[in-house]
C-alpha cells in the first residue's frame, strides 16, 4: 500500500469522525438535557416538605418579614412555590390561589394526611398561617399551571400541567449534526481537489504530447507532493523525454540518410554527365559510377542491418561455433584491407574455444570495430587486438587499440550513434553506421562495448560478450 492509499483513508477517515462528533455530541446534549429534566422534577418532588418545614422555622423566628423575604426569594428559583395564606385566605404575597386548591389544603391539614408537607403555624403577631407545596404528590388533585403573578390557578379538567414549571426543551441536535456535514463536506472537496489537479494536469499533457508537442512536461505542476501521483508525473516526463529523444534521432537519421545518399548519387550524375559529353572518358566514369553504386549498396545495407537490430530480428538462432576460429577469420580479412591503409595488426587471439551464440551477429560486431580502427590509425601504424576467454565466467574479452587521433572526451558517447562523425573528415570512405551496428549486435547477444583514449595516443575498444553455459 502506498502513499496515496494511506492519504484517501486518513482523509475519509478524518471525515467520518468528524460527522460522527457532531452525531455523537448531539445525542449526548439531548440525552444530558432529559437526565436535567427529570433531575428537576425530583427536586420538586423530595424537596417540597423540605421548604414547608423550613418556611415554619423562618416565620418562628424571623417573623412575617422574614417568612414574606423568604418566599419572595423563591419565585426565581425552579423550586416549587410555598404558599403561606392566613385564615382569611389571603396569600403572605398577594398571590392569587385558586379557590379548589385552598379547599384542598385544608382538608388535608385536618385530615392529617400530609404533615410535613401540610402544616400551620402561629405567627409573632398571632396570626395563623397555613403552609403547604399545591402538588398531586401531597394529595393534590391537580397542580395548576403558574398565573402571571406567580399564583396557580388550574382550569377544571386540564391534566396537561403537573409541573411546578415549564419543561425545558431539550436542545435541538441539528446544528452539531449540520456542523459535521458541513465539515465532512469540506473534507471530501478538499481531498476531489487535492487529487483532480494532478489527474488534470496529466490529462492536459497527454492531450498536449499527441498534439505533438514533445517538450510538455507536468513535474513542476505537481508541487512538492510526495506520492504516487507525483511518481507518475516524473514518470511521464521521463516518457516525454525518451518519445522527444527518440523522435529527434529518428528525425536526425533521416537527414543523415538523406545527406549520405544525396552524395554518392550527385556523383554519380555527374560520372554520366561527363561520359556524355566526354565518351573518351566512359570507362573511368563507369568505374566511378560503380564504386558510388556500391557506397550506396553497403549504405542501404547497413541501414537494414541497424533497423533489424533495433526491431529485435536478430538473425539466425544460437548454435554452437569455434569463437577462437571465429576471431581468426575476421583478423585474417581485415589483414587484407590493412594492406591497402599501410597499418599492421598484431593479434594475440585464443585457442579452440566451443560456445553458443550467435555467430554471424558476433562477426558483424567485431568485424565493424576492427575495420573502424584500420580506417582511423594513422599510416604505417599499428592495430592491436587482443582476446582473453574466461572459462569459469564464459565471457570472451577483446580490446582493440588503434594509433589513430582519438575522440574528444564529449563525443566518446556519441561514436557509436549512426552517422557519426569524429574531427577527422579525411576518411570519406567511412558510411558511419560501422560501430553503430556493432553496439547493437553486442547489446543483442547481451554484452557490452565501450570506447576510451589511451594515455600514448588513440582509442581503445572494449568488448565483453557473456555465453551460454
Known sequence: MGRLFWKFFLTFWLALLVAGIGVGTAVWLRHNAWQGQEAGQLVDVGHAASFVAVSENIIRHGGVAGLRSFLDSMRETPFPPVYAVDDQDRDILQRSLALEVLQQARTLFQQAAYPEAIRVVTADDGQRYLLFVPLPEHGFADRPPPMPDGGFAPPPGDRSAHRSRPPREPPTPRMPILAGTLASLMFSAALAWYFAKPIRSLRNAFAALAQGDLDTRVGASMGKRRDELSDLGRDFDHMAGQIHSLVHAQQRLLHDVSHELRSPLARIQAAIGVAQQQPEKTQTMLDRIERESQRISDLVGGLLMLSRLEAGVQGSESHDFDIGALLDDIVEDARFEAEQHAVSIRYHGIAETVVKGRSELLHRAIENVLRNALQHCRKHGEVSVAARF????????????????????????????????????????????????????????????????RPQGGLRIEIEIPFAG
Not at 395 to 423: K, N, Y
Not at 428 to 440: E, M, N, T, V
Open 390 to 453: 574466461d572459462t569459469g565466467k564464459r565471457r570472451l574479452q577483446v580490446t582493440v587499440d588503434d594509433q589513430g587521433p582519438g575522440v574528444a572526451e564529449s563525443e566518446l558517447a556519441a561514436i557509436f550513434e549512426p552517422f557519426f562523425r569524429s574531427g577527422d573528415r579525411s576518411k570519406a570512405d567511412s558510411i558511419g553506421l560501422g560501430l553503430a551496428i556493432a553496439y547493437r549486435a553486442i547489446e543483442a547477444h547481451g554484452g557490452r562495448i565501450q570506447a576510451g583514449n
